[in-house]
């Protein structure tokens, strides 16, 4: 069996091998194996219109990229970095499994027929099952499907989303309790990306038990605001924050972040005027590493707001134009835009203009 | 066997690409020669805009409500003295109604969102037959409170447009609305979605025209506008709702209906089946891309790809048009093998009309929307 450079370093390490006086080649080792090691996954369209999925490190080289058969979405990485699954964009059906100690694709899945992936996901914390957020379209039923990643990512059950179009959903820090954002809105694959239902779509947040699939609690979004679909969300400390896309009247001024707590009704992050510009759309919502700070883009209105997660204040609104995808990094948060660029502290650490970076992007850090 | 994907056609757009422009082959890159917000400097969008609005957009749902108008002026005549001749006039009416409404559906931008008008007047499609379902309760039930526009604006949006007034004259038991008594509840309700398109329509007028409404927002662009910061934005929103339409138009419509062959076809996913106006609908639809073009003064700025644009509409308007003279039920047309074939010949205009506007006139303008800024996930 080969071992990669990581689990050849790993297993140097645990053995015990590397001992004092074998530092200065272990400190050179360990900032080659940094080199060449997974830090992002997105997807991207190519210049000849094809789309693939590609592992960045650190520095922002690539490390290695995978064709995909269309558009994908997110990346959910396993707790020990060794996988990264890449979901297709809605109303697509495939599941690529990337290997990140190899570099290299390990497989590919499929949710049942009648059911298609809304593009996210997350790992359990031992790293042996995957959620996915699907569509059970005939039966208009939001679904979290989840698969046996020991055995070949099989399908081994599913749970209710208790609502319509979960479009992402995330384990909070218990490990148990599962965040989902039903964004409440109708579609099918016979028309595709079209929404079904605007004029009654109700979104709304569920908590459901991993252990069991039960709905522990609910909370829907005030009438008035009945038409921001509820889409992306990240934890940080004790609330969720979320961000949507309102799908009425565009002249609306309305607050497209809010934050919530189990047992407290969804509240919106400042004013409606502080959106102005974002052209009603938020693409991604992000933490940084110790909780203090969340990121949401605004790719139609190419900007990034950065919040204070305590005060729930606005800290700074970056410009990058066309930027969707938004992870954490060491010292804040890495964003990709359409345009081939990914930024950390407002410089480029990739840029390649024949690509556009996809929607979403994903630490491994 | 001919098969059609939902996806565009690599082979069709390189050829495209050729023909009208080899320079421009290969996908959009916002910011190509462009500034940051994919404008070039001296581009003067607004006597474009302007003239969109004045001459294709209010004219459209101008005609629209006159139409609607005359709807309910033959339908109060039917309900009046029923009898076969007033109820041939009455369903003649919606000829033109279809019509008038398909020319100003790819308008969904601002007063055609605003209180889910869009919905109100045409709620489709309709998957699971929801609007079916409400509109035959409504009538079994004589519900009197769909008899006042007002109180029909506020009950669901399935039961007070295009498809629920399609109904009452052309669906089931639709021929007694001749022989039952005068002022019967379906005749009744006829007139007032009739009065209720007039009204929605009407909404939607007076929000573009009104001193602070969208005609307003559209001109007087800036960072303090909450929907367009610049000239280029709402250009680039014009090329959307264009780029959509035909998109909708062959992907949603055609392809979804016609499908592989004509044992998979579903003929009646297709929207104003029941009236047979479905190949009506579909020119009208066209044929409002094509008068954004030539009308709203879109094609000054890129005459070439417009000629291009109106050669690929005009020939799908043909393959139409050739069907719609046959005179055959849709339902049992799309069933036809020759038929069928024609509807898949619409497809291949259709794609390379969706180039045009989707890729060729906005990266020759500069107005290419970003990759994250399409439909949001």
């Avoid at chain 2, 940051?36 to 805009?49: D, L, S």
């Avoid at chain 2, 509840?185 to 001193?211: F, H, L, M």
Wanted: charge should be positive; include cysteine.
């Amino acid at each position: 069996m080969s071992l990669s450079r990581r689990e050849f370093l790993n297993r140097i390490a645990a053995s015990g091998v590397l001992a004092t006086g074998q530092l200065p080649f272990a400190s050179f080792a360990q900032a080659e194996a940094s080199s060449l090691q997974a830090a992002y996954v997105s997807t991207l369209r190519k210049a000849d219109g094809q789309y693939a999925a590609a592992v960045i490190d650190r520095s922002g080289n690539l490390i290695f990229q995978e064709h995909l058969d269309d558009r994908g979405h997110a990346t959910a990485i396993a707790p020990n970095k060794k996988f990264a699954v890449v979901f297709a964009r809605r109303p697509g059906r495939f599941a690529l499994v990337l290997d990140l100690f190899n570099n290299q694709r390990h497989l590919a899945f499929s949710p049942p027929l009648d059911h298609h992936f809304y593009g996210h996901g997350f790992f359990s914390p031992d790293g042996k099952l995957l959620y996915a957020t699907e569509n059970d379209y005939e039966n208009e039923r939001g679904i979290i499907g989840i698969y046996d990643t020991t055995n070949s990512f099989a399908r081994i059950g599913q749970y209710e989303s208790y609502g319509i179009g979960p479009h992402e959903a995330i384990l909070l820090s218990d490990g148990i309790t599962i965040a989902i954002s039903n964004g409440g809105i109708i579609t099918h694959p016979d028309y595709p990306r079209q929404k079904l239902n605007l004029a009654s779509m109700e979104p709304q947040i569920s908590y459901v038990d991993r252990r069991d699939g039960k709905l522990i609690a609910q909370s829907k979004l005030p009438y008035e605001y009945n038409q921001l679909s509820l889409r992306h969300m990240s934890a940080a400390k004790d609330h969720i924050w979320i961000g949507g896309q309102y799908e009425g009247d565009p002249s609306n001024s309305v607050s497209l972040v809010a934050t919530h707590r189990i047992g407290e009704e969804i509240k919106p992050v400042s004013g409606g005027q502080t959106y102005l510009g974002m052209k009603q759309y938020i693409g991604s919502v992000s933490v940084n590493i110790d909780g203090s700070l969340v990121a949401t883009t605004a790719p139609k209105g190419n900007k990034v707001a950065i919040w204070n997660s305590k005060t729930r204040e606005l800290v700074k609104t970056l410009s990058h134009v066309d930027a969707g995808g938004v992870a954490p990094n060491d010292r804040g948060f890495t964003i990709s835009d359409g345009q081939g660029n990914l930024w950390q502290d407002n410089k480029t650490i990739y840029h390649d203009p024949e690509i556009a970076w996809d929607n979403h992007i994903s630490s491994a850090i | 066997m001919i098969t059609f994907s939902f996806k565009s056609k690599p082979n069709t757009r390189r050829h495209l690409s050729k023909i009208i422009s080899p320079a421009l082959a290969g996908i959009v890159i916002v910011g190509t020669a462009v500034n940051a917000w994919g404008q070039t400097p001296e581009t003067n969008f607004k006597p474009i805009i302007k003239q969109t609005i004045e001459k294709a957009i209010l004219p459209g749902y101008k005609n629209l409500t006159r139409a609607a108008k005359a709807q309910e002026s033959d339908l109060t005549k039917l309900c009046e003295q029923p009898n076969k001749e007033n109820l041939a006039k009455a369903q003649q009416a919606f000829r033109p109604l279809v019509a008038a409404w398909s020319g100003v559906e790819m308008y969904r931008i601002g007063p055609a969102i605003k209180n889910n008008r869009q919905e109100k007047l045409f709620f489709w499609p309709d998957r699971k037959s929801i609007g079916l379902r409400q509109v035959r309760k409504l009538i079994d039930t004589q519900d009197e409170t769909a008899l006042a526009t007002e109180t029909l604006q506020k009950k669901s949006v399935a039961v007070q447009g295009m498809l629920a007034l399609e109904y009452v004259l052309f669906g089931k038991n639709a021929e007694a609305l001749a022989t039952s008594k005068p002022k019967s509840y379906r005749c009744d309700y006829g007139v007032n979605i009739a009065k209720a398109i007039q009204t929605t329509g009407q909404e939607i007028i007076d929000d573009w025209a009104s001193p602070s409404g969208y005609t307003t927002m559209m001109l007087d662009t800036g960072p303090s506008n909450p929907i367009y910061r610049s000239d280029t934005e709402v250009m680039q929103d014009l090329l959307r709702i264009s780029s959509e339409m035909i998109q909708s138009t062959r992907d949603l419509k055609i392809l979804n209906t016609i499908k592989e062959s004509p044992e998979k076809s579903k003929p009646k996913r297709a929207p104003f089946w029941r009236s047979n106006q479905t190949l009506h609908a579909y020119q009208s639809n066209l044929k409002a891309v094509e008068t954004l073009f030539t009308q709203g003064g879109l094609g000054n700025l890129t005459s070439r790809h417009t000629q291009s644009l109106s050669f690929e509409l005009g020939q799908t308007n043909t393959f139409l048009m050739k069907l719609e003279k046959e005179n055959i039920a849709w339902e049992k047309q799309v069933k036809q093998t020759k038929s069928h074939e024609t509807l898949s010949f619409t497809l291949i205009p259709l794609e390379g009309a969706h180039y045009i506007v989707n890729d060729l006139i906005p990266e020759k303008l500069g107005l290419s929307l970003g990759f994250n800024s399409l439909d949001g996930d």
